[in-house]
């Protein structure tokens, strides 16, 4: 594997390798087939050493870094960066809980090139991961494995898989273990591969499955404790299921650069669609509803750095919003497009109906969006409680969401089972409204008002939900207020931290990113799905003020939909190499 | 009707049964080999299908559309490529010959349909799009007929089908006059004049041939044209009026099958401990997804019907359709997926066809004029409704019959209809009269509401000027557009519900499916929804018990099946 190289170059390494695979990657789809000289070109990258923690010998500091590589891949490509980025999802929880010996070993297998699974769904189970029946029972000095893993990314090409298994008879919160399979090292006939699944998008990915008929493992491969397992597995997806709003932002992202493309090149009665307003307000709400889940995908996987203790919210939230935010954005771009939406081989070879089928998959693998809102209402009491006196880590906050800030390494051990102070991102969000109010901007200040005050009422109002094991659809929805106002307060605290950073610098410079636009998009977006017989109404502005909103976005949005890279660039580019040299 | 669509079901069989020839098992695979299932097509041939698109005075079995409806849904709640494929693209080109052809062609359109001969229309061509006085095809008038020249892109049935309509330039003016339409009767595929180009793969509705062709001066005979020159635009968009208010009638079948393999799934997978229909999302995901069925079935119900009653009014309905329906059937699906969770990604097992329904209900949004040159359609219509009728004194026109699916209908009479911009609204104006009802429940709560929101819109509509109404006009008139295709869904509701007897006896059996619906409805609007989260929770809750029930009897799940 050739040297790894600074994560912005990567980034630009993958989006150059990338782009020009497409029709490629169109006909691996079309085919059903594994796209495997893709995956292999990025070990060559230098990716993999992402997925490892420089103190295990990788390059990965910063979740905010992997953030924005699984984005580039996913601009392109959904299978592609599905089928790469599970090798950090079935790693995860070694590095949370592992042994240092069993750390160094995966470490080695994963910059080597190994690509690692994550078993832990089961047939019958789906997201109830309690209810697992493989067994693992003590025998010889190891453990013998017993049962099935079906759907799993990865069952079949992966080397390695970290195994969710059935410890204690009678199961429970601390009656399972995780174990770090090496196939290799299995004994020839104790597991049986089960055949790829076929599924409606993502269809080159190895969604398979893997039998164990009394496998033996090592006593070395136990992660953690006997007990340990789900406690480590609910850490992992705390960081996973946040790092997957990069997937949603990058599938956005692509079909926003296809659409504006399709927009600017098709005329109707002789003019470019792009120039019809009802275009601009569609290009440029979408555009908005990107980067709200962007500021709310970045703020979170900051968040794990420096407000460790409270990502089993910010997790949670990420996982049902930022899908929930693509998928809307695509159906909506997807009516705009046509037949072009449709077809598997013209226009862009088809990649917008690749997209859109690819991307359903993320409203519901690594917990869906109803098993992320129930995980939520869980911590409704706790959130409630910490919001209504306000407590925050002010530091954690603005260490999250100021950008050229240096991120400190990832502290592993201090991932908690439950937050115990709620969030910090929302309960301090209203001490971003002093700088708001200086920027003597009377439409933001109203939407950034409004949005900090529907934080107050949406979280007095989780405070009245009686815990249940079957809460109401009243909490649901009160859950999905919530996301909106963690994404609300993750653009308000973003532009607060960067505003001064970002003037005049690039890559900011004469972009909307430098002043209030994109605050004002965010705010407008978030404002329009807030219910307002619980938020109160929202502020009204008459249609010339949106139409200079959607005017200025699109502007810039037609200007970056011709260059590789990122379509908002709330500045991944040159800032990262600042903060690391 | 009902015996039809009964022998229509009884001939394909049972659909879940495994071994049926005609069953979902079979569809599924010929959608995996991008082909229409042979054995269907041929069963439906044996019923000569195609006899139900020709009316009964020549000959067919078609009395009303209504009736039409009722047998298109029994393909399109198996398999949405033989609603396209085998039966839409022939009812298509159909239509256009009833509204604009003359005696000699209609009758040699029922023989060839009675033959089972299929037929394409042929109207897209990729760069133009829904712009339809911007085509470029070309037909020519000579001295034996007409030559054509140019090409046609993604078109269902071209290159697969045994005739065709086709729309093509016949002058060279810009403008509305400058188009005509041909009945191809026949289409020679070997001919050294006619380059039928590759077939376009799709990702839904994988097994419909879409296919392109470039015609190099092919020759057509001088009867072939329908109407007479230039009349074309004017044909068609007459056609359009039947095609788009029926077809999205007959889409929704095919989310009703979305939610029957939910119920069934929900039923058998547990989570937790418990089957999942025990959790409350699961059982509200349900309900909205039954509300929002029930809502785009009402407006259907009352769009077509009004084809027979009201044709003056057709050109405002249609498109409102059309724009409206596939975004109710898009947001049904996304709501079930959500309950199905994996098993609505998999190609296999024992929901495998949602993800099938799911792919072949994208197109629908696009396919046969997209939401947006809907919803632009409306937007020029909507200005003298709003100064001369909307919520304003003048008697709306008799509105009997129109709000009572399964009532009687006058035969449908393709050429009454028109393309003079209408003066009134039947529809809308029934909210006026539901919310002046006194003593009422919900409903009438609801009917204020959305009374009150048509109150807004007039004043929005009623201060425009033309220019504000092109496709030049500002996202906030095609916010508007939305808004009021909502309230005309809204009043479709309130009408079928005023005229089953809702509102005299307003037992909450009674009232059910509509307080769910315009719940519903109103969550599409800016704003607070009249209804309570308490009485939210309560109507989905009932919409869900009196769903499965449906469901377990084996009754419709659409207002067909509602008490």
């Known amino acids: 594997m050739a040297e790894p190289q600074n994560a912005t170059v990567l980034a630009e390494e993958i989006d150059a390798f990338l782009g020009r695979a497409a029709p490629t990657l169109a006909e691996l789809d079309r085919d059903a087939a594994y796209p495997l000289e893709q995956l292999a070109r990025l070990d060559g990258l230098g990716l993999p050493a992402y997925y490892v923690p420089r103190e295990h010998g990788g390059r990965l500091e910063s979740h905010h870094e992997l953030f924005e590589l699984w984005r580039a891949m996913s601009r392109h490509d959904l299978s592609v960066s599905v089928a790469h980025a599970k090798t950090y999802l079935g790693s995860v929880c070694v590095w949370i809980a592992g042994s240092p010996e069993q750390a160094r070993g995966l470490a080695g297998a994963v910059l080597g090139g190994s690509r690692v699974g994550w078993a832990l769904t089961e047939p019958g189970h789906g997201a109830d991961l309690l209810a697992g029946e493989l067994t693992a029972v003590p025998e010889e000095g190891g453990y013998r494995l017993d049962g099935t893993k079906w759907p799993i990314n990865n069952a079949t090409r992966g080397d390695l898989l970290t195994v969710l298994a059935r410890t204690d008879e009678r199961g429970g919160g601390r009656g399972f273990g995780l174990f770090l399979v090496d196939k290799a090292e299995l004994a020839p006939g104790s597991t049986t591969q089960l055949r790829k699944v076929d599924t409606l998008g993502i269809r080159g990915v190895d969604i398979s499955g893997i039998r164990f008929d009394g496998a033996w493992v090592d006593e070395s491969a136990l992660v953690g404790t006997p007990g340990g397992g789900a406690e480590a597995v609910l850490k992992g997806l705390q960081l996973t299921r946040t790092l997957c709003s990069a997937i949603s932002v990058g599938a956005t992202e692509h079909a926003l650069r296809l659409t504006t493309r399709f927009a600017v090149d098709h005329r109707i009665q002789g003019r470019p669609l792009v120039e019809r307003p009802f275009v601009r307000s569609l290009l440029g709400r979408s555009a908005a509803t990107l980067l709200t889940a962007e500021a709310a995908g970045l703020a979170g996987c900051r968040a794990a750095h420096t407000l460790t203790g409270e990502m089993s919210v910010v997790s949670a939230v990420l996982k049902a919003l930022a899908p929930t935010l693509a998928d809307e954005v695509l159906g909506r771009l997807g009516d705009f497009l046509g037949a072009r939406s449709l077809l598997t081989e013209l226009h862009e070879h088809g990649a917008f109906q690749k997209l859109a089928r690819d991307h359903a998959v993320l409203a519901i693998f690594d917990g869906s969006t109803p098993v992320n809102r129930h995980a939520l209402i869980n911590q409704f009491a706790s959130i409630a409680a910490g919001h209504a006196v306000g407590s925050a880590d002010g530091h954690g906050v603005a260490a999250a969401t100021t950008l050229t800030a240096p991120l400190a390494p990832m502290p592993w051990r201090r991932l908690r089972a439950a937050s115990r102070r709620g969030c910090s991102v929302v309960a301090s969000a209203r001490t971003t409204l002093p700088a708001v109010e200086a920027a003597g901007d009377a439409g933001l200040l109203a939407l950034a008002r409004y949005a900090v005050e529907a934080m107050d009422r949406v979280c007095a109002a989780m405070g009245d939900v009686r815990p249940s094991r079957q809460p109401s659809m009243y909490a649901h929805d009160l859950a999905q207020q919530y996301e909106l106002c963690f994404a609300a307060a993750s653009a308000l605290h973003l532009w607060t931290a960067n505003r001064a950073a970002a003037e005049g610098a690039e890559p900011w410079a004469g972009e909307p990113w430098a002043g209030r636009l994109w605050l004002s998009g965010v705010l407008r977006e978030i404002a329009r799905r807030l219910d307002p017989a619980l938020c109160g109404d929202a502020p009204e502005f008459a249609p010339a003020w949106h139409e200079e909103l959607d005017h200025r976005l699109v502007d810039w949005l037609v200007r970056a939909a011709e260059r590789p890279g990122p379509i908002t660039a709330f500045g991944f580019v040159q800032h990262l190499e600042r903060s690391h040299g | ?563």
Not at chain 2, 14 to 35: I, M, S, V
Not at chain 2, 391 to 411: K, N, R, S, V, W
């Open chain 2, 1 to 563: 009707m009902a015996d039809r669509a009964s022998a229509l079901e009884a001939l394909l069989g049972d659909a879940w049964q495994e071994t049926n020839p005609t069953g979902f098992r079979a569809l599924l695979a010929a959608d995996e080999r991008e082909e229409q299932l042979a054995a269907a097509t041929d069963a439906l041939d044996g019923f000569a299908f195609h006899r139900e698109l020709v009316p009964t005075s020549l000959g067919g079995r078609l009395d009303s559309l209504e009736e039409l409806v009722a047998a298109m849904r029994v393909l399109w709640r198996r398999d949405p490529c033989l609603g396209v494929g085998y039966a839409g693209s022939s009812y298509l080109a159909a239509v256009h010959v009833w509204a604009g052809g003359d005696e000699r062609q209609r009758r040699a359109m029922a023989d060839a349909l009675s033959a089972n001969r299929r037929f394409a229309t042929a109207y897209n061509e990729l760069d133009h799009g829904n712009d339809l006085t911007a085509a470029a095809f070309r037909a020519t008038s000579g001295p034996d007929g007409w030559e054509l020249k140019g090409r046609k892109d993604v078109v269902t049935n071209l290159g697969a089908s045994d005739g065709m309509v086709l729309f093509a330039r016949t002058s060279d003016r810009p403008g509305s006059r400058s188009h005509s339409l041909f009945l191809l009767r026949e289409l020679d595929l070997t001919s050294a004049r006619l380059r039928p180009g590759p077939r376009y793969r799709s990702s839904g509705l994988r097994g419909v041939h879409l296919g392109g062709a470039e015609f190099l001066d092919y020759p057509v005979p001088a009867d072939a044209l329908l109407g007479a020159p230039g009349q074309g635009l004017e044909i068609g968009l007459r056609s359009f009026q039947v095609t788009r208010a029926t077809l999205p009638a007959m889409f929704l079948a095919t989310a009703e099958t979305g939610l029957r393999i939910t119920l069934v799934a929900a039923e058998e997978r547990r989570l937790y401990g418990a089957p999942i229909v025990a959790l409350p999302y699961v059982r509200a995901s349900i309900a909205r997804a039954a509300a929002d069925l029930l809502a785009a079935d009402a407006l259907c119900a009352v769009a077509v019907r009004a084809l027979h009653l009201l044709p003056a009014e057709a050109p405002l309905l249609a498109p409102a359709v059309k724009y409206l329906v596939p975004r109710l059937l898009k947001d049904v699906v996304d709501t079930l997926r959500m309950v199905l969770g994996a098993q609505s990604y998999l190609r296999e097992g024992p929901a495998a066809v949602f993800q099938k329904l799911a792919r072949d209900l994208a197109p629908i949004a696009f396919m046969h004029a997209s939401r947006t040159a809907c919803q632009a359609g409306l937007l020029p219509l909507l200005p003298r409704l709003a100064r001369h009728s909307w919520l304003g004194t003048d008697p709306a026109p008799g509105e009997a019959g129109l709000f009572q699916p399964g009532a009687p209908l006058p035969p449908m009479d393709f050429t009454a209809l028109g393309l003079g911009i209408p003066r009134t609204d039947t529809v809308a104006a029934t909210l006026a009269a539901v919310a002046e009802q006194p003593g009422g429940g919900l409903p009438t709560r609801f009917a204020a509401y959305f009374r009150d929101e048509l109150a807004r819109l007039r004043d929005h509509f009623a201060s425009l000027a033309p220019q504000d109404t092109t496709i030049n006009a500002s996202a906030a008139v095609f916010e508007a557009a939305h808004r009021y295709t909502v309230v005309l869904a809204a009043a479709a509701c309130l009408g079928v519900w005023r005229h089953a007897g809702g509102g005299t006896a307003s037992g909450l059996g009674e009232d059910l499916w509509v307080s769910a619906a315009l719940d519903r409805l109103a969550a599409r609007l800016p704003g607070r929804r009249p209804a309570t989260a308490e009485e939210r929770a309560g109507l989905e809750e009932a919409l869900f018990r009196q769903t499965v029930d449906l469901h377990h009897a084996g009754r419709p799940l659409d207002l067909a099946g509602r008490p």
